[in-house]
């Protein structure tokens, strides 16, 4: 039988702490393909949003019973908003598992944001250190231990504001468009190293907070969402991780530098 696709290979997949977000649906998608895992989460973020932190251990629990056959999981709690925090997610995921091949820099600061005339030093600080400085920087110690072996891959994520205004999170988007517009010229320096970077925007995707009773929103906002949907159809966490899934594997090889939205067809007013 022909091994999974990604059989041999180790994914660092950030921001894995909940069932219903983004970074579980990779990772276990990456699970079925035979990867090892070394998984990052910070629960007490989650823990102060409305739809609230999940049992880390059960998390994990629900992940490992995914793998193939050889493969490992380990996992770890890291602050990003902390400078050190990338070194120390790229040291514990090679003690734990080794050679490192895969990174996905899924995680992301939420709230504490607003429009223009709400912001603030510490607020648009906070967003950067966590979105934009530690990818770059987690990203920077990932190409120092890869030895040009085929499969390197890293995924960043951006969101819809390079299509359309989010007015309303303007500290969020400032640290996303970073990512997005530094993107053709972090990926020419690691296709030197022999590393694939590709961003992905996913779209509103509801990982909770478009469900009414986990909402960080108001409820109009929730309906107008839905309804620009071809279909009436919200995101699910599946939909993007389809696509990572892909461009992470060999069947993706000839995609780089590319910022790829994943939207299923939302309508932008």
């Known amino acids: 039988m022909t091994p999974p696709p990604l059989t041999g290979r180790t994914a660092v997949v950030t921001g894995v702490s909940r069932r219903r977000g983004i970074g579980f649906a990779v990772a276990?998608?990456?699970?079925?393909?035979?990867?090892?895992?070394?998984?990052?989460?910070?629960?007490?973020?989650?823990?102060?949003?409305?739809w609230g932190a999940e049992d880390i251990n059960e998390v994990m629990d629900l992940l490992r019973a995914r793998l193939q056959p050889g493969a490992r999981l380990a996992h770890g709690e890291h602050d990003f908003a902390a400078p050190e925090a990338p070194d120390a997610l790229i040291s514990d995921a090679r003690a734990a598992l080794g050679h490192l091949d895969i990174l996905i820099c899924n995680h992301a600061r939420n709230g504490?944001?607003?429009?223009?005339?709400?912001?603030?030093?510490?607020?648009?600080?906070?967003?950067?250190?966590?979105?934009?400085?530690?990818?770059?920087?987690?990203?920077?110690?990932?190409?120092?231990?890869?030895?040009?072996?085929?499969?390197?891959?890293?995924?960043?994520?951006?969101?819809?504001?390079?299509?359309?205004?989010?007015?309303?999170?303007?500290?969020?988007?400032?640290?996303?468009?970073?990512?997005?517009?530094i993107t053709p010229s972090v990926a020419a320096d690691l296709a030197d190293r022999g590393i694939l970077l590709n961003t992905v925007n996913p779209g509103p995707v509801n990982t909770g907070y478009l469900d009414p009773e986990t909402a960080d929103r108001p409820l109009e906002v929730l309906d107008d969402v839905g309804s620009r949907f071809p279909g009436g159809r919200i995101g699910a966490p599946d939909d993007p991780a389809r696509l990572i899934a892909w461009l992470v594997s060999d069947e993706g090889r000839w995609v780089v530098g590319q910022t790829i939205s994943t939207e299923g067809g939302f309508r932008r007013g």
């Open 112 to 181: 504490g944001d607003g429009r223009l005339q709400a912001l603030d030093a510490a607020m648009l600080d906070m967003h950067w250190a966590v979105n934009a400085r530690s990818v770059l920087l987690a990203t920077a110690r990932f190409a120092d231990q890869h030895d040009g072996r085929a499969g390197g891959r890293v995924i960043w994520f951006t969101s819809g504001q390079l299509l359309g205004p989010m007015p309303g999170e303007i500290a969020y988007c400032t640290s996303k468009a970073a990512l997005a517009g």
């Open 28 to 50: 276990a998608r990456l699970a079925d393909m035979g990867a090892s895992l070394y998984l990052q989460h910070f629960a007490p973020h989650d823990a102060d949003q409305p």
